[in-house]
């Protein structure tokens, strides 16, 4: 029994590791998607976008510009949630 709780435990050790390793993969796969398609997508996904980007040092001034000329007089969408967002 304690044999297979420790082989438990190890395997959810290395899945852990295995996940902290892809963090900067994550951001530049992140990176290279908004980019390549022009910073093209809904409010609240490109506002999460830019906020994990610009967490990782990351030049988001063109995505801040794509975002701002999605806004509507004094909101995004007329949306509570993507003005928040935004």
Same mark, same amino acid.
Request: hydrophobic residues 45%; aromatic residues 10%; proline residues 0%.
């Given at each position: #029994?304690?044999?297979?709780?420790?082989?438990?435990? #190890?395997?959810? %050790?290395?899945?852990?590791?295995? +996940?902290?390793?892809?963090?900067?993969?994550? +951001?530049?796969?992140?990176?290279?998607t908004l980019? $390549?398609?022009?910073?093209?997508?809904?409010?609240?996904? %490109?506002?999460?976008?830019? %906020?994990?980007?610009?967490?990782?040092? +990351?030049d988001?001034?063109?995505?801040? $510009?794509?975002?701002?000329?999605?806004?509507?007089?004094?909101?995004?969408?007329?949306?509570?949630?993507?003005?928040? %967002?935004?």
């Amino acid at each position: #029994m304690k044999k297979i709780i420790s082989l438990i435990i #190890m395997f959810f %050790l290395v899945l852990v590791n295995v +996940y902290a390793l892809d963090k900067e993969n994550g +951001y530049a796969w992140l990176n290279k998607t908004l980019v $390549e398609n022009d910073w093209d997508f809904e409010v609240d996904e %490109l506002s999460l976008g830019i %906020l994990a980007l610009q967490d990782a040092n +990351y030049d988001v001034s063109d995505g801040l $510009e794509v975002l701002e000329g999605k806004k509507t007089e004094n909101s995004w969408n007329e949306r509570i949630k993507d003005s928040a %967002l935004a």
